[in-house]
Structures are given as structure tokens and as C-alpha cells.
């Protein structure tokens, strides 16, 4: 017992030893978890992604917690001495402060959790980690017409939150309201090829035609809003030097998103070559009648 006092007020003497020691030990703890949470797998599910997340979060609030109950004395009487330059330092990690009450603002109003696929700002991605002052995400290209992983990590400060807004995509995990154009520069009719057109489409989604229903109508109650419907949609505008551009929207699976927009595109092609290519002339020779 003895051995132990002595051992605790050398410690007690000497805090900045012990600091350092709470933390390396904290630090191999949570490195021994995340470890046995991660095991051998190559790719994270969002479970695992869960717990290491809550796992960081712990520690880095355990370790906040220890040495502020050990330093106490010495920040009391730190904030009695800075009390005149308070308002300075409180000006000057206006951004810190932004990002703890941006974090708190997300865990309130439950925006999004680890797994999700949001967009904030020009930013979109799937949230792989969250703390107290960023959120880590895998970016995904949207903005383009794509739903692939572009391999970068975007780390976004929760202050960000007051700035933009954070919008929910996580139904496009699954399936996805996938819309693009088609530019016919000669002005003709369309709207007679529309009904073939439609016929294929439907033909390319039957496999999955059912599932989308169901999924579309879950999507409606969860929201609370009349949605387009998983029939395909084909629309005709004119653009600023008066080409036609067909829109054709299609609720599909998100990863064949792409895949069946090429699909339509050359469906639509082969019709249109089909009923306005220009005619073989006749030869002089087949106009001669005996």
C-alpha cells in the first residue's frame, strides 16, 4: 500500500507525466478496439463503421473528462487570470464553437447518421465517420449523372451546417430517380417514336419493374408526397437556339443507372435514324419507262 501512495502522489507531483501517460494508454485501448471492431475484412459495413465511430468519440470525451478532473485546480485559476482576454479568445475560435454546435444541431435534429448518402453544399458522399467537429465522408459523383465512389474523402466541419443545407439521399442507396437529356437539333416531330420508346423502356425494367413499385410507394409514405411513380417519363422542351430536348426520367436500380440510360440513348437513335434519315434518291435509270 505504501508502494501504491507513492506511486500515486509521484504521479499527483508530476501531471504533465501523467498526463501523457492517460493518453498514450486511452490511445492503445481505443486502437485495440477499433482493431478487434475492423477484423480482416476489406471493406467496412455500416456497422462497423458505427462503432468505431462511437468507439473514437468515447475515448476522445474520456480523455477530455480525465484531464480536466486533473487539471482542475490549474484552469480555475488559468480562467480567473484570462478573464480580461476572454472575449478575444472567444472571438477567435468562433469557428471551433461553430463546429461543436453544428454537431450538436446534427444530433439533434437527426439529419443523417453513419451510412447515409447526403449532399451539402456541391459535396456529395456517404458519411463514414462523425465527431464533435467534422464529418468524414466518401464522395460520390452526382452532380454528373454517375452514383460511383470517386475514391476521394471529403472532411467537412460541422459548422458547414449553418452554412448549407444538409440534404438526405439516402433512398438513392437503392434506387434512384435517374433523368437526362437527349439534343435533336432539326425540328421534327417526335412524339410518334415516344410510344415505342416507352415499350422498350418498360422492356429493360421488367425485371425489376415490381420492386420498384413497392420501393416507390415506401418512399411515399416515409415522405409524405405524391412522387412521380416508377413509370418511365418522357418530356419534349426547346432549348436556347431552338433544338428539341427530349427528358426521359426512369426510376431504376442506382447501380444501372448509367448502363440503362445507354440503353434508351441508343434505343432512341436507331428510331430516329429509322424515321427521318433521308431517302435513297432514285437513279435516272429506274425513272426511264420503255
Known amino acids: 500500500m505504501d508502494k501504491i501512495t507513492l506511486v500515486i502522489d509521484f504521479f499527483l507531483e508530476h501531471k504533465l507525466l ?22 480482416d475484412v476489406a471493406f467496412l459495413s455500416d456497422v462497423q463503421r458505427k462503432w468505431m465511430s462511437r ?28 478573464t480580461a482576454i476572454a472575449i478575444a479568445f472567444v472571438v477567435a475560435s468562433k469557428e471551433i464553437i461553430l463546429c461543436f454546435t453544428g454537431s450538436i444541431q446534427r444530433a439533434s435534429s ?13 459535396i456529395c458522399g456517404e458519411v463514414i465517420e462523425h465527431n464533435l467537429m467534422a464529418t468524414v465522408i466518401q464522395e460520390i459523383d452526382l452532380h454528373h449523372g ?29 434506387y434512384v430517380y ?9 425540328f ?32 411515399e409514405k416515409h415522405a409524405g408526397v405524391d412522387l412521380p411513380g416508377s413509370e418511365p417519363h418522357i418530356h ?7 433544338e428539341q430536348l427530349v427528358h426521359i426520367m426512369i426510376f431504376c436500380p442506382t447501380e444501372r443507372a448509367v448502363h440503362l440510360e445507354q440503353q434508351i440513348r441508343e434505343d432512341f437513335m436507331i428510331a430516329y435514324h429509322q424515321a427521318f434519315s433521308p431517302k435513297e ?8 419507262t420503255e
Open 18 to 39: 501523467l498526463t501523457v501517460l492517460i493518453i498514450v494508454l486511452i490511445s492503445l485501448v481505443k486502437r485495440f478496439i477499433i482493431s478487434r471492431i475492423r477484423g
Open 236 to 242: 419534349v422542351n426547346s432549348g436556347p437556339a431552338g
Open 55 to 82: 468507439t473514437k468519440n468515447s475515448t476522445f470525451f474520456i480523455i477530455v473528462m480525465l484531464l480536466f478532473m486533473l487539471w482542475q485546480t490549474e484552469i480555475s485559476k488559468f480562467a480567473l487570470s484570462v
Open 110 to 122: 437527426r439529419s443523417f447518421v453513419i451510412g447515409d448518402w447526403i449532399e451539402v453544399g456541391k
Open 178 to 186: 435517374h433523368s437526362f437529356n437527349i439534343t435533336v437539333v432539326e
Open 281 to 288: 434518291p432514285h437513279t435516272e435509270q429506274s425513272a426511264i
Open 146 to 174: 454517375q452514383y460511383h465512389f470517386t475514391g476521394k474523402t471529403a472532411t467537412l466541419p460541422n459548422s458547414m451546417f449553418f452554412t448549407y443545407a444538409v440534404k438526405n439521399l439516402n433512398f438513392m442507396k437503392r
Open 188 to 219: 421534327v416531330n417526335l412524339y410518334p417514336l415516344f410510344p415505342a420508346l416507352t415499350s422498350q423502356i418498360e422492356q429493360h425494367c421488367e425485371d425489376f419493374n415490381e420492386v420498384a413499385k413497392r420501393y416507390n410507394n415506401i418512399i
